[in-house]
Nanobody, 123 residues
Framework: QVQLVESGGGLVQAGGSLRLSCKAP???????????MAWYRQAPGKQRELVAK???????????QYSDSVKGRFTMSRDNSRKTVYLQMTDLKPEDTAVYYC??????????WGQGTQVTVSS
């Protein structure tokens, strides 16, 4: 069964904004709340890289980590009651173009991945 579903990608001009969402509709609330959630991205010809990560935490706030390339531009948040995490992306640049994947890591370090959502930033 699909555990994570991303949405919100699209085509934007440089300097624009997008908000990505990742929902876990089949996860039990307590399981979702305890997961480390992260966003990764993979551009053509490049390795998948970590973009942002939230480590619980409280039910709605966790410790935040960001890659140097997105610090100050991207903000990750989570809403455990909705079993959803977000990635607010601002001041998008062409180099941000990639498929963005949601990741959930359980307490036993089992990883769940979404199918990805395409973000394309034009010059």
């Amino acid at each position: 069964q699909v555990q994570l579903v991303e949405s919100g990608g699209g085509l934007v001009q440089a300097g624009g904004s997008l908000r990505l969402s990742c929902k876990a509709p089949r996860m039990i609330f307590s399981v979702f709340a305890s997961n480390i959630m992260a966003w990764y991205r993979q551009a053509p010809g490049k390795q998948r890289e970590l973009v942002a990560k939230l480590t619980p935490g409280t039910p709605t706030i966790g410790r935040e980590q960001y890659s140097d390339s997105v610090k100050g531009r991207f903000t990750m948040s989570r809403d455990n009651s909705r079993k959803t995490v977000y990635l607010q992306m601002t001041d998008l640049k062409p180099e941000d173009t990639a498929v963005y994947y949601c990741n959930a890591q359980t307490s036993t370090q089992i990883n769940h991945w979404g199918q990805g959502t395409q973000v394309t930033v034009s010059s």
